[in-house]
């Protein structure tokens, strides 16, 4: 079967880090991609892991154990607008189907 | 400027009836993809089409129908049959030729569905 899971909220302050955990099980894997959605809009691209290891892009890094289906995000020196539901979304082998986890809410407060 | 174009925003229909949602892409993509989400939940596939005219259902495709005549579009049509359309729809498109990541999928603005 095919299993996301990851924390359904998480708060954090202006300035700090924060990890957003994954652990997934899928048919195949690809890969594995992060989005980023604010409320009631598209997701956007973050990042994307197909070797196992740390990817950094600014404030923004993500890991991937492929052996263990695991993975995390992190985000550094936190912003107010980094308020947003971070999705994580593993690529299915068979026909490169992304599956989608429900996605951490994250709130950043003063 | 290249992108994915859905519309209208926000759609509000009677029970029984049938509503198509559009969605078109200027990125030269050959895949694109419908997705639905609910409060509180990840983003559920409903269709799929890795070519024109060609199509595939996703894990919640009853209900729906698609067409793919054209590379930049894929409609989606939410028929009465379909037993809770209220919803908010994403549609994606990913792949061709120039792009960075031919996986990475890029989204739309979404379509808020309410249906009484």
Redesign the interface.
């Known amino acids: 079967g095919q299993n996301?899971d990851q924390p359904?909220e998480m708060t954090a302050t202006e300035g700090a880090i924060v990890q957003i955990n994954c652990t997934y099980q899928t048919s195949g894997f690809?890969?594995l991609?992060w989005y980023q959605q604010h409320a009631?809009?598209?997701?956007?691209?973050l990042s994307?892991n197909v070797l196992d290891g740390l990817e950094e892009k600014g404030r923004f890094s993500s890991f991937l154990s492929r052996s263990k289906g695991y993975s995390y995000l992190l985000l550094k020196e936190l912003q107010m607008k980094d308020s947003a539901s971070y999705?994580c979304a593993p690529?299915s082998g068979g026909?490169?189907?992304?599956i989608?986890?429900?996605?951490t809410r994250l709130a950043v407060h003063p | 400027d290249g992108g994915i174009t859905q519309s209208p925003k926000y759609l509000f229909r009677k029970e029984g009836q049938n509503v198509t949602l559009s969605c078109e892409q200027n990125l030269n993509h050959d895949a694109m993809y419908w997705?639905r989400q609910d409060p509180?939940?990840?983003?559920?596939?409903i269709y799929?089409s890795?070519i024109v005219n060609d199509f595939?259902k996703?894990d919640i495709a009853e209900g729906y129908s698609v067409s793919r005549e054209k590379k930049e579009s894929f409609p989606l049509t939410v028929t009465s049959a379909q037993k809770n359309p209220t919803a908010?729809y994403?549609c994606a498109s990913s792949g061709g030729s120039g792009t960075e990541?031919t996986?990475?999928?890029?989204?739309?603005?979404?379509t808020?569905l309410t249906v009484t």
């Open positions: 996301i359904t690809n890969g991609f009631g809009e598209a997701p956007t691209f994307y999705l690529l026909y490169n189907k992304l989608f986890g429900a996605g | 997705y509180g939940q990840g983003l559920r596939l799929y890795q595939q996703g908010f994403l990541n996986y990475e999928q890029y989204f739309g603005p979404g808020r």
